[in-house]
């Protein structure tokens, strides 16, 4: 298989849509386009790329809407174009994609191009043939083709004296491709249209049957009975199919769409690949109907008996399928269900309540590891089954059941043992079954319509079987396919991209094949049957590992259960490195003398204030042969120390202000007990581990890391194998997340360890940057990943490297150029916008613990435009944290740093103002702050706190507080209100809002206490109840401290001496 790239509809899984039954929305028992757009947030969840929408145009509804009869419009019962519109909108919004139905092989009888006043100036748009004579002078169609719903595939017109053809409904006749007029309108009508209102692309219904045998011969005969003979491999695969096909793929590729097209009758493999191969420029992919096929019968397709196949027979058709992809550009579908197909639970598993769901989950499982593009279809995803066998035959409403049961009661003269034969048959295999309303709830209706009765009756499974109960059970099929989807995806380059082998080929039970990647291979095996089987011999000697299942316990290493499927993961083939993984390189280098050059930096380090300490070095350090470290921090100027000056302590120790030590290598891969290690170390990719790790991140990382969307994270899992970047990133989130899960001050030895393999990770494998387009806003959000969690680990100096790293390149991508945003899409600019807000905050939240300079100006206005991708809750909460920061200018922090020494030069109008900016930030949105999850409520409003605080701290430190002053923030007591400001936030907080660290949401707590417990001891008290609500608020904070995960132990100690020291004077 050489695949050199991979286009966006290769990895996408498809889910179609078949509008009538889909969801009511304005209870006329029908289903309908708002109905579908009320549904989209349901279709996400599921973890598809794509919609398929089945016709939804105007229609005479011969033939369920594929007889069309306008292009342009929507069937009224389910909408408007205005609808559609919306649609394509809000699916784009979501993130996903959405194709669309093209029908042209045919039209309705009802078209403006085939109505009698256009008949004589578009006759030739469709294909008309004189009648032929028997010997008697019968007047006789032109050949013996039987339409594919039974019946001459020609219809006499009285008007014209000629037949036309139509392989399908009489009322659907075929279009003359030959035409080239013909063919322009269908280009103009059909596809260009809904292409400009942003369609994806198409699935291309009867693609192969465009261009006829000019000669229109007869078909052979199979049918000895029938005048009409099965003529499929007559009117398929014309001459000129290639040509049309390369005519619309212009069209098509302009747009970058997809097509995928129906391609029946048509069992040459090496024509399947003249139609799919990448170099020939005609279609995307195929549905080949090997599958479809298994079962039916041989003259008519429900001429059969239930379950007329073998195992035999299913594994023959899929390896078929799957090899059209080895060593070819060509592409592939995976898929069991459609509109034209029953069920896949009660066709090829057990559709019993026994074994129901947990066949369900096992054909989810086969299909999802196949190669291939894969479809999945509505109702699918919870097993939907047919309908009961009980069922009269009145509920069957498909034309082309019912033409077929007529056709049975006509030649069998009404018998009753072919009717039920017949009846038995279609009960297996009907279209019907497919159109069914789809299940949402236990209701009457499952949740479809409020109407009394919708156009087909709603299976009564969905008592058993619905969305509504599945989403609430983590062993339901529904959550089943998520997850299957979910790792799909993170190993794409094996069970989308791999190559297929069948092995095992004789064994009638079970089906196991291999699958090959470029960096692993897996082996499935799937148990067709409702009894236990042992595992293949040839599967028993493999090294291997169960990277997934569909059984409730851990399966029997020798025995497959009824209806499983599982998924091994081969150890042996995944790629793996006993080297440990070294978060920088050790340079000790000598100068030109051969003396070290320890504080020595090349101009570039210099000019901003970085130094290369052990990493890399940059170019021209390393051409100088410059060591580039920092030096030893010097002991800065402090004034005589009084009890005031005690007070400022907690803020104004910034840690390591300067110091870089230098980060030693990582330690060797190593398993650790903690739930959050990944099982494999080595470069093998883990998907389920990251998967599981999502959730931790979108609740604890994105409200303060807004860059990055859930569904990114995914494309980047599924990605990473073919892509550093992508896999840099996804290390970086696992540290992040690993980091923000356990506070940094409360980490373990183990965790830190985890978090710094994860860095090293990251590290190593983010490709280099050479030129302007390697920089992108995930290479970014990375660094900044890796900034945080060095942070975390005390590397402040480090971290300050990576941090310059983000706003160089932060320059590059033009975010504060008005004009260059404006040609993004609004995706892009919302992500960048973002991303410069995510970085700008981290630098000043640096800038003020580290005492370091800042370079990020504020942008013109801190709005973020709205973006799908990340709740508008929190773009809204982080907007606000970033405004607050906005008050952070290198003015302030000069007065800042400049109260290390012994100068002084802040005033008390400055003090006074500064407090009011950041104190309007909040007052009066208090409806808007409510709206906020409570992580983002405690992180804005104790960030508020901490900031008032420090500028409390400033007017302290110049002696311009005293305890009369009628400014609260220049009073002695303004950290007393403070205290009391926290206990209320802290009161109707959940404590898991105060525990995750955000942005040192922890040690911001900690210092305001700290300060807090200070002012307590330093000023008295004017009355005893005074004194009795400081200790009150303090005993609080305190004992809110110490109940949160591991806090700080010399942070601890510290509060307890002062908690003591209370006691002790009676406070």
């Not at 859930?710 to 996804?730: C, G, L």
Request: include cysteine; charged fraction near 20%.
């Amino acid at each position: 298989m050489t695949i050199s790239q991979h286009p966006w509809w290769k990895d996408a899984t498809v889910y179609q849509i078949y509008p009538a039954s889909f969801q009511d929305s304005n209870g006329d028992g029908i289903g309908d386009l708002r109905g579908i757009i009320n549904r989209l947030e349901y279709i996400k969840s599921i973890g598809v790329d794509v919609i398929w929408v089945c016709p939804m145009y105007q229609s005479p509804q011969i033939d369920m809407g594929y007889d069309i009869s306008d292009y342009q419009a929507v069937h009224e019962p389910y909408g408007t174009v205005a609808d559609m519109e919306e649609l394509i909108t809000k699916v784009h919004q979501l993130g996903m994609r959405i194709i669309l139905d093209l029908v042209v092989n045919h039209t309705s009888d009802q078209h403006a191009w085939q109505v009698p006043t256009v008949l004589l100036s578009k006759r030739d748009w469709y294909i008309w043939k004189p009648a032929k004579y028997d010997d008697s002078g019968n007047r006789k169609p032109p050949n013996n083709w039987r339409s594919n719903f039974g019946g001459s595939a020609w219809q006499w017109d009285e008007h014209t004296q000629e037949y036309y053809l139509h392989l399908f409904c009489p009322e659907q006749p075929d279009l003359n491709w030959d035409n080239e007029e013909t063919r322009q309108a269908i280009y103009d009508n059909a596809m260009t249209f809904w292409l400009e209102k942003g369609c994806d692309g198409f699935r291309v219904d009867t693609v192969n049957m465009y261009s006829k045998d000019p000669g229109f011969p007869d078909a052979p005969v199979t049918d000895p009975d029938a005048e009409w003979q099965e003529a499929g491999l007559v009117y398929c695969n014309g001459p000129r199919m290639n040509e049309y096909l390369m005519e619309m793929n212009a069209i098509l590729s302009r747009y970058d769409a997809m097509t995928v097209g129906e391609c029946p009758f048509t069992p040459d493999q090496k024509q399947v690949h003249g139609y799919v191969s990448a170099s020939k420029k005609r279609l995307n992919m195929v549905f080949q109907f090997d599958l479809v096929d298994v079962g039916q019968g041989k003259v008519f397709k429900y001429g059969t008996t239930p379950f007329a196949y073998t195992l035999g027979d299913l594994k023959a058709a899929i390896s078929r399928t799957q090899g059209l992809i080895h060593d070819s550009d060509a592409w592939t579908t995976s898929f069991v269900e459609n509109h034209d197909q029953a069920r896949s639970v009660s066709r090829f598993g057990n559709d019993s309540p026994q074994w129901r769901e947990r066949s369900a989950k096992m054909l989810a499982l086969l299909f999802a590891s196949l190669s291939g593009t894969l479809f999945v279809y509505q109702g699918q995803e919870i097993g939907m089954i047919n309908m009961p066998p009980e069922w009269p035959i009145e509920e069957y409403k498909d034309v082309d059941s019912m033409n077929y049961y007529n056709m049975v009661a006509q030649r069998g003269n009404n018998d009753g043992k072919e009717l039920s034969k017949a009846k038995a048959a279609l009960q297996h295999l009907a279209r019907d079954h497919a159109r069914t309303p789809m299940q949402w709830d236990a209701s009457s209706n499952g949740g479809f319509t409020d109407a009394a009765q919708s156009w087909m009756r709603v299976n009564t499974s969905t008592a058993e079987i619905n969305v509504e109960q599945q989403r609430a059970s983590k062993d339901s099929v529904l959550s089943f396919w998520k997850q299957m989807l979910a790792t799909r995806k993170a190993s794409s380059n094996t069970l989308i991209h791999g190559g297929f082998e069948l092995i095992d080929e004789g064994n009638e039970n079970v089906f196991s094949f291999l699958k090959h990647g470029k960096t692993g291979s897996a082996l499935i095996m799937c148990n067709f049957s409702s009894c236990a089987n042992q595992v293949p011999s040839v599967a028993l000697g493999k090294d291997r590992v169960v990277l997934f299942h569909n059984l409730p316990s851990t399966p029997d290493e020798s025995m497959l259960a009824p209806w499983e499927g599982r998924i091994y993961a081969l150890d042996a083939t995944l790629p793996h490195s006993s080297e440990p993984f070294k978060l920088f390189y050790n340079i000790t280098p000598l100068s030109m003398d051969g003396k070290r050059q320890r504080h020595k930096a090349c101009k570039a380090c210099s000019s901003r204030k970085v130094r290369c300490n052990g990493q890399q070095r940059c170019q021209q350090c390393e051409h100088l042969n410059l060591r580039c470290e920092y030096p030893p921090t010097l002991p800065r100027q402090t004034k005589q120390k009084t009890p005031i000056t005690g007070l400022k302590s907690p803020l104004k120790s910034p840690g390591v202000p300067g110091v870089l030590r230098e980060l030693a290598a990582a330690p060797h891969v190593q398993q650790y007990g903690d739930a959050h290690a990944p099982k494999e170390r080595t470069n093998g990719h883990d998907a389920t581990f990251f998967l599981s790790l999502l959730p931790d991140f979108e609740t604890f990382v994105l409200p303060f890391h807004p860059v990055m969307t859930i569904r990114e994270a995914h494309d980047a899992i599924a990605t990473m194998t073919q892509d550093r970047e992508a896999e840099a990133f996804i290390y970086g989130l696992v540290a992040i997340t690993l980091n923000l899960t356990h506070s940094p001050r409360s980490q373990t030895t183990a965790e830190k360890s985890d978090i710094e393999h994860w860095v090293s990770r990251a590290l190593n494998t983010l490709p280099p940057v050479q030129s302007q387009e390697d920089i992108s806003v995930r290479r970014l959000a990375t660094l900044q990943f890796i900034h945080v969690c060095l942070m975390g680990l005390g590397r402040h100096g480090v971290a300050f490297y990576y941090l310059r790293q983000s706003t160089t390149m932060l320059e590059l991508l033009n975010v504060g150029d008005e004009e260059a945003m404006s040609q993004l899409s609004l995706t892009e600019r919302a992500q960048r916008q973002r991303l410069y807000w995510t970085i700008f905050v981290h630098e000043r939240f640096y800038a003020i613990t580290c005492q370091r300079s800042i370079v990020l100006p504020p942008l013109t206005t801190t709005s973020i435009e709205s973006d799908p991708g990340i709740p508008k809750a929190i773009t809204d909460g982080f907007e606000q944290i970033a405004r607050l920061f906005c008050h952070i200018d290198q003015d302030m922090l000069s007065r800042w740093f400049a109260t290390f020494g012994s100068e002084r030069f802040i005033e008390p109008a400055w003090i006074v103002e500064k407090n009011r900016q950041i104190d309007a930030e909040t007052a009066g949105n208090d409806d808007e702050i409510a709206e906020l999850s409570h992580m983002q409520q405690a992180d804005l409003i104790i960030t508020k706190h901490w900031l008032r605080m420090m500028i409390w701290q400033m007017a302290i430190s110049n002696c311009l507080l005293s305890s009369d002053r009628s400014e609260q923030s220049m009073s002695l007591l303004f950290p007393v209100h403070v205290s009391a400001q926290l206990r209320a936030l802290i009161i109707n907080m959940t404590k898991g809002a105060i525990e995750v660290h955000g942005s040192g949401i922890q040690q911001k707590l900690f210092e305001l206490t700290d300060t807090i417990a200070s002012v307590i001891l330093t000023v008295p008290a004017s009355s005893t109840d005074e004194k009795r609500q400081r200790m009150d608020d303090f005993s609080f904070l305190f004992e809110f401290w110490k109940s949160l995960p591991r806090p700080n132990s010399v942070q601890t100690e510290l509060l307890e001496s002062k908690f003591r020291r209370l006691v002790e004077i009676g406070l």
